[in-house]
């Protein structure tokens, strides 16, 4: 405890030398000293719709009102209940909030963020981000090749990823996969760990946490916990929020920030928390966690309100029933009481030191981000961890080539051996079966995922039925029903891309796709003979994409046969056949002018452009969306 009040009263009092060795290590290339991140009169508020969508009605919610701060090198814990704002305001100082609505100042060591604050501070969010078939060190090989400058050498990235990987205590499993689901992989420990790592490649001045407790048993949380302290101890400024810490992890705070309802109720050493609540009628039970009794305060609803205030100190103090009544909240009286406290006197004076000369809004001004290295040179690195993880996993691309060998043995079966006479028309009619740039990322992932496993599942389904079914045994005719069929599923694919991009709800996307595809069906002929379709729904044809496929597998099948000529078979419908005069009636070039289908050299391809027409709109869609979408909260 006395390291963590040492620590707090370097980043109240001693700002400026801290800045200073921070700059003199940086120079000698040894790890840099935190920064000092400040916070003036920050406020933060959303619109939130309600009602029905024909009258949906616009109202503003206030997120957070009026806070200040100042947190340096050391443990700076955020707390606060469910909904106080903690996690608004770690965004904040970390440049990762919406500007719309945010008003204020955040100043690094006294001056205004970086453009690149984002790029240079570190960020670990409460969900895992790592790449669950790579182990360890490539996930940290990842982040290293693309967040450090190119100008490092390799051998001086991986000295460096080396030192990361001994300083979180993951020497023993760095060449172990972090584990998916199906893969078992490091202890949920270590993986947090893992995810720290991820950051500290960069060395950065700041490193910002979300919650990083989440998830993890009470003991793996205090070793995480006493994981960052350590790091703090080396001069790191750690800034993080935490809902309810236990004890043993409360006691490792250096300053802590309390948030009640969007408002600032205490700021200062942790360690100071109790007699300052103390001081102003509040007393903690003995052997109560200290975390506890402050949410217990803020809630209202406890014996640390309803038994252990002590009123007799001053009447002013107690925020009873005629102050809720007049519309006096508890967070506004704990607000109120900070305000006149020594710990908001002195920071305020140190930040009015700080803050001297800087004026406007700094909040906007971190919001670009630069990028450290090139656009090939990220397309690479995404492209190459993309690869591993569908060799490393292959379960869901494995299962998906076996369901589709599978079904194309099913069809195969049913239709096997088709004729070339009037019977077999219709069974061939039946037969059809989204640490980088977003283009690096949107690339690669056509490269990796979208293309290759549309297109092998294809592959395997020509391969098993066509010859199954006995089609034209031409070889141009076989790789053209190939490329038609890789088409339709890679355009369609590219259609569930552009739908399902920036959709946070999936069961939305999963509807919307579901009931575009079962229009596409409807209009695809399958079920309905399309000339026969009324003019003013017959344009939804063009739209289909099975239309089109169906149709490329029509013309390349059908044209050139003639169904009389094969008489092996005596039924009724073929002596028919046979005793016509106009054999046109029984060639395929018949049937698909029945079908509305042009029988040319165009009448196939056309087919084939439009589905790359669509599939390009597709992606652009997808791309635009995923480019122009809200990243920030």
């Not at 007699?275 to 609803?301: M, R």
């Amino acid at each position: 405890m006395e390291n963590s009040n040492s620590l707090a009263d370097l980043q109240m009092n001693d700002v400026v030398v801290t800045t200073a060795k921070s700059n003199s290590k940086s120079d000698r290339g040894e790890p840099s000293t935190g920064s000092t991140v400040s916070f003036h009169d920050i406020c933060y508020s959303v619109k939130v719709k309600s009602g029905l969508p024909c009258i949906r009605k616009t109202k503003v919610k206030e997120i957070l009102r009026d806070v200040n701060g100042i947190m340096g090198p050391g443990m700076n814990a955020i707390l606060g209940p469910t909904g106080s704002g903690k996690s608004s305001l770690l965004d904040i100082l970390a440049g990762r909030k919406d500007p719309s609505g945010l008003k204020g100042q955040v100043l690094i060591d006294g001056a205004l963020q970086p453009s690149n604050f984002k790029c240079i501070s570190g960020y670990v969010v409460q969900d895992d981000v790592v790449m669950g078939t790579l182990t360890v060190r490539e996930n940290f090989q990842f982040s290293a090749a693309l967040r450090l400058p190119r100008s490092i050498r390799n051998r001086e990235k991986n000295e460096r990823i080396g030192q990361v990987i001994k300083e979180l205590g993951l020497t023993k499993v760095a060449d172990s996969k972090v584990g998916t689901m199906f893969i078992r992989g490091v202890s949920g420990g270590e993986r947090k760990r893992t995810n720290i790592g991820m950051e500290l490649i960069i060395d950065p001045s700041v490193l910002f946490l979300d919650e990083p407790t989440t998830g993890l048993d009470a003991s793996t949380a205090l070793a995480v916990l006493m994981l960052l302290q350590r790091m703090s101890r080396k001069g790191k400024t750690i800034i993080f929020s935490i809902h309810q810490p236990r004890y043993s992890i409360f006691k490792l705070f250096g300053s802590m920030t309390l948030l009640a309802s969007g408002r600032l109720v205490f700021h200062g050493p942790a360690s100071e928390a109790l007699d300052y609540f103390s001081g102003i009628g509040y007393s903690c039970e003995p052997f109560n966690n200290p975390a506890d009794f402050f949410l217990d305060i803020i809630n209202g609803d406890s014996t640390a309100v309803n038994m252990n205030k002590v009123v007799d100190l001053d009447p002013e103090m107690a925020l009873d029933a005629s102050d809720v009544k007049k519309g006096t909240t508890i967070a506004e009286k704990l607000a109120e009481e900070y305000s006149k406290s020594y710990y908001y006197s002195e920071m305020i004076s140190e930040l009015k030191k700080l803050s001297s000369g800087k004026v406007g809004n700094s909040v906007s001004v971190a919001q670009s981000i630069t990028y450290t290295t090139s656009f090939f040179h990220q397309l690479k690195w995404v492209t190459k961890r993309s690869f591993k993880n569908l060799l490393r996993n292959p379960q869901a691309s494995i299962a998906q080539v076996l369901v589709t060998l599978v079904l194309g043995l099913i069809v195969g079966a049913i239709f096997f051996g088709v004729q070339d006479n009037l019977t077999g028309i219709q069974n061939r009619h039946e037969y059809i079966s989204g640490y980088y740039r977003v283009s690096s990322y949107f690339i690669a992932k056509l490269f990796v995922d979208l293309i290759p496993m549309r297109a092998v599942p294809a592959i395997v389904l020509t391969i098993t039925t066509y010859f199954l079914i006995g089609l034209k045994l031409q070889p141009a005719a076989f790789f053209i029903a190939m490329l038609t069929l890789i088409q339709v599923s890679v355009t369609a694919a590219s259609l569930g891309l552009a739908v399902a991009t920036g959709q946070d709800i999936v069961a939305v996307a999963n509807l919307t796709i579901t009931v575009v595809f079962v229009l596409m069906i409807i209009f695809s002929g399958l079920l309905v003979n399309l000339p026969s379709v009324v003019n003013w729904l017959s344009w939804l044809k063009y739209l289909s994409i099975p239309r089109y496929g169906l149709s490329a597998l029509q013309v390349n099948e059908f044209a050139g046969l003639n169904f009389c000529n094969n008489s092996g078979s005596s039924t009724p419908i073929e002596n028919i056949c046979e005793a016509r005069t106009d054999v046109l009636t029984c060639t395929g070039e018949h049937y698909l002018a029945r079908q509305g289908i042009e029988v040319s050299v165009w009448a196939l391809w056309q087919n084939h452009v439009a589905l790359a027409i669509m599939m390009f709109i597709y992606m652009i869609i997808s791309y635009t969306k995923l480019r122009f979408m809200k990243k920030m909260s």
